[in-house]
């Protein structure tokens, strides 16, 4: 496919992901402070630490951490890159350069996705904030059901899993940093009512709950950062999302291949190398982790584990932007791909 | 739902003739209509704006403070033609393509109709739309343009007149194509039992005709459609078609010309392209040849495109033809290149070029409409029954100035279609553009796009100045359905309509 297609799907999705799991933790970490009285700045500051974006949302509202001006910035901030109005616009913008790639129910319930969006944001209505949370959520799960039932699985459908996978496990990284590292204090409470509802909705902002109370039972603070960092299965994991990763750049670039033909696949991966330092870099961090236990990293300090993973979650990205958007002519002013091969 | 009475309406109507009554192959269409209650109709047609709004389905208008997409306007009461009579608008479409294809390939190579007399050499090589770096260029089957967008206009006599060809990059199709799913989606049981032309292989014959235009060395020829991008006003069109043929949807910087071949960038590397279906206007196509501050083009596609490596459709250079002092002679190419008659007539078109024809003009226009004879989109255009004393003096200022780029033509009272206004059903003036394809054979679409005026009065019917569009059929009548109407038209007459 067109390396500026290629592009536009993955970011598509990535923004879409994203605007899932602010939605989900705004949900979720929303009701926490409902009765409480301690100080606001401890209710609210924590949901924008975790975006990392503080500076931006002190400047924009003179650092007052109220319910309204939280929301309000992580909902409907249409001058804040990563709030999820803005992010649901960012993916409709790069689903619009590309339209005639996508499944058209996939271009539909995006156009709708980005027109309710852009209505919530017109009215602000703070009264309204767990339906549309879980209006963005559905919203999110629809494309995603829409794009598996109706794709081929070939580059396009790779490169939109491995935006997923990339996004997920980012944003799975910052709630277990932040959120873990707020919890960590109070260790000397743990048992006592407060602290396990904040843990319950550590798991519940990653949609965690059910899944570690089968396979943990009881919450032990240890067990909660195993399955959130390690657990290969969790789907939002972030181990699980590094292996899915993997396994979406493998197929996309397999995907010329005829799935039988293991010699041509080999002749291909060769001739053209791209992917290969992406895939290099996706192996190592999966690899490592695979061999990495809970205990290390706690000893170690989760924060500088978790600052680290996305350290090189990011310069897998930018691998994977150099070597399959960019352009450079010393590099790629070769006709290399036989023509029957192609496949758009 | 009342059709309300036509009686000030002095326009030849499309539904309904001078008496007020459906005309034969209108009878169908008014009759659904008129059981249809004017809430019934006003939901169908929110139904279809609902549909083309959560589709996107768009254009934009440059200079629009919105800045970008507005939903394409669109109303439900087709406009229909019978099918008897397409036949013969058809021939003469396919006439001109022929003709007009021969016209711009002898311009470029042996200027033939040139030295003969009949049309002026300085008239053509002083076009704006003339391009020299198109000169001995050969395109395959000498299909120089592959695809046209012919506005036809009909008067009040009755006539079809063709207003001008448009040969470089017509738009509109794709909302040809949407408008009729639209009116599947929100008129289905109109359509019962009514045999009108499809259009849907307009995809499959247009990605024939571009492939069929491939290099003759290509086995199997990798076509794409390169667009300008997301701003351009017809860009819903580019991403449609592209869908639609299944070939991929390309800008200039996708592409890059290597050893004289062109080729796209890919996840993969790079893959030859051989034919491509351009929506960039000629002067941004290559830095290298023609505007050199173009960011859209490709540099060096005219070098692949003179060695033959790659098809360009619509060839650069067939503007020379929409020029409007050239087109005037379009019927004299007919006659000098195919030895026929014309079958569909031009506008009469007096050519300010010309010193007798220009004083006339300028006698006149009040009378007139006076255009660019390079403009799209109904701008620079003069109205003269509805301009005012300053808008003619300024008028008669560039004429004088420029007579070779001005033409004028009598104002034409175009013919109406009953259109939905405030709940009511009102006469609005329209046009029709039908799509031609040629390469190694011709195929006109049954129809075409039929844009409407949305004023009560106006003529302007170009969508960037607030025009709307309708579904267009071309209907097939059962003679004895003919003869019926007309039997309940003639015993109609003594009571109502």
């Given at each position: 496919m067109l390396s500026r297609v290629a592009e536009s799907i993955y970011w598509m999705n990535r923004y879409i992901e994203r605007a899932e799991n602010v939605a989900r933790f705004i949900d979720v970490n929303m009701?926490?402070?409902?009765g409480k009285n301690d100080r606001l700045s401890d209710q609210w500051q924590p949901l924008i630490s975790t975006t990392g974006d503080d500076e931006e949302f002190c400047e924009a509202y003179d650092g007052v951490c109220s319910r309204e001006n939280v929301l309000n910035f992580l909902?409907?901030?249409?001058?804040?890159?990563?709030?999820v109005v803005s992010c649901v616009k960012r993916a409709r913008e790069n689903a619009r350069r590309v339209r005639q790639v996508l499944p058209l129910v996939v271009w539909e319930q995006l156009n709708l996705f980005y027109h309710m969006v852009c209505q919530a944001a017109d009215r602000r209505?703070?009264?309204?904030i767990h339906e549309f949370c879980e209006e963005v959520r559905l919203a999110s799960h629809l494309l995603g059901g829409a794009e598996d039932a109706t794709s081929s699985k070939g580059e396009a459908w790779n490169f939109a899993r491995l935006a997923r996978m990339s996004e997920r496990a980012d944003k799975t990284s910052r709630i277990v940093d932040v959120q873990y590292f707020l919890l960590?204090?109070?260790?000397?409470?743990?048992?006592s009512a407060l602290d396990v509802l904040r843990w319950t909705a550590l798991l519940q902002s990653t949609s965690a709950l059910m899944m570690y109370r089968r396979q943990h039972g009881r919450i032990v603070p240890d067990r909660v950062a195993e399955f959130l960092?390690?657990?290969?299965?969790?789907?939002?994991s972030m181990y699980h999302c590094v292996l899915a990763a993997r396994n979406a750049l493998e197929n996309a670039m397999n995907?010329?291949?005829?799935?039988?033909n293991a010699a041509q696949e080999a002749t291909l991966r060769t001739a053209h190398g791209r992917g290969r330092a992406t895939m290099q870099q996706l192996e190592q961090l999966a690899d490592s982790m695979r061999r990495t236990k809970v205990k290390q990293i706690i000893s170690g300090g989760l924060h500088e584990y978790v600052d680290d993973f996305q350290q090189q979650l990011n310069d897998v990205g930018e691998s994977l932007s150099d070597e399959f958007f960019a352009w450079r002519a010393e590099r790629d002013a070769v006709p290399m791909v036989a023509r029957e091969q192609y496949q758009s | 739902m009342d059709f309300p009475s036509?009686?000030?309406?002095?326009s030849f109507d499309e539904l309904f003739d001078a008496e007020g009554c459906a005309r034969p192959h209108g009878t169908a269409i008014v009759d659904r209509l008129r059981t249809l209650s004017a809430d019934e109709l006003v939901v169908r047609q929110q139904a279809a704006d609902a549909y083309l709004h959560d589709l996107g389905i768009t254009f934009n208008v440059y200079g629009?403070?919105?800045g970008t997409e507005r939903v394409w306007p669109f109303d439900v009461v087709p406009r229909v033609i019978d099918s008897s009579e397409w036949e013969t608008i058809a021939a003469g479409l396919r006439q001109r393509i022929i003709a007009l294809n021969l016209f711009v390939d002898d311009v470029y190579n042996a200027r033939n109709i040139l030295k003969q007399g009949v049309i002026s050499e300085d008239l053509v090589l002083s076009s704006?739309?003339?391009?020299?770096?198109?000169?001995?260029l050969k395109p395959r089957n000498q299909a120089?343009?592959?695809?046209a967008g012919t506005d036809l206009v009909r008067d009040k006599d009755g006539e079809f007149y063709v207003l001008?060809?448009?040969?470089?990059c017509p738009s509109g199709v794709s909302y040809v194509l949407a408008n009729r799913e639209l009116m599947k989606r929100t008129?289905?049981?109109?359509?019962?039992?009514l045999s009108v032309s499809p259009i849907e292989e307009y995809a499959e014959n247009l990605l024939r005709t571009l492939l069929d235009s491939?290099?003759?060395?290509?086995?199997q020829p990798t076509a794409v459609l390169l667009t300008p991008g997301?701003?351009?006003?017809a860009y819903f069109e580019h991403t449609f078609l592209a869908q639609q043929m299944g070939i991929e949807l390309v800008e200039g910087r996708d592409l890059v010309v290597l050893d004289d071949h062109v080729y796209m960038k890919t996840t993969q590397g790079l893959h030859q392209v051989d034919v491509i279906y351009r929506r960039i206007d000629d002067d941004f196509l290559d830095p290298e040849s023609f505007?050199?501050?173009?960011?859209?083009g490709v540099a060096n596609l005219m070098t692949a495109y003179r060695r033959g490596n790659v098809t360009i459709a619509?060839?650069?250079?067939?503007g020379i033809a929409d020029d409007k002092a050239i087109y005037a002679y379009v019927p004299d190419f007919i006659r000098f290149y195919l030895d026929e008659e014309p079958i569909l007539n031009n506008v009469p078109t007096y050519l300010c070029e010309d010193e007798s024809q220009r004083k006339h003009v300028l006698a006149n226009l009040k009378e007139l409409v006076v255009k660019p004879t390079n403009e799209s989109?109904?701008?620079?255009?003069?109205m003269g029954p509805q301009s005012t004393h300053k808008e003619r003096l300024e008028c008669a200022a560039a004429i004088q100035s420029n007579p070779r780029d001005w033409i004028a033509q009598p104002m034409l009272q175009l013919s109406t279609v009953p259109t939905i206004v405030d709940r009511r059903l009102c006469p609005r003036h329209v046009d029709l553009r039908p799509f031609v394809l040629h390469s190694k054979d011709t195929y006109v679409l049954p129809g075409g796009l039929t844009r409407v005026?949305?004023?009560?009065?106006?003529?302007?019917?170009?969508s960037s100045q607030g025009g709307g569009s309708k579904d267009t059929w071309v209907l097939h009548l059962a003679r004895d359905q003919a003869n019926e109407s007309r039997h309940v038209r003639v015993v109609a007459k003594e009571g109502t309509c």
């Open positions: 009701y926490l402070t409902v909902l409907f901030d249409e001058g804040y890159a990563n709030s209505d703070l009264a309204r960590l204090p109070e260790q000397e409470r743990i048992g960092i390690l657990d290969p299965l969790f789907s939002r995907s010329l291949a005829d799935p039988g | 036509d009686s000030e309406n002095c629009d403070s919105d704006k739309t003339y391009r020299p770096q198109c000169v001995g120089w343009c592959q695809i001008e060809d448009n040969l470089r008129f289905a049981d109109v359509f019962q039992g491939a290099p003759t060395h290509c086995d997301i701003y351009n006003s505007r050199k501050d173009s960011t859209l619509n060839a650069p250079g067939t989109g109904g701008y620079g255009i003069l005026a949305l004023e009560e009065g106006s003529m302007v019917v170009n």
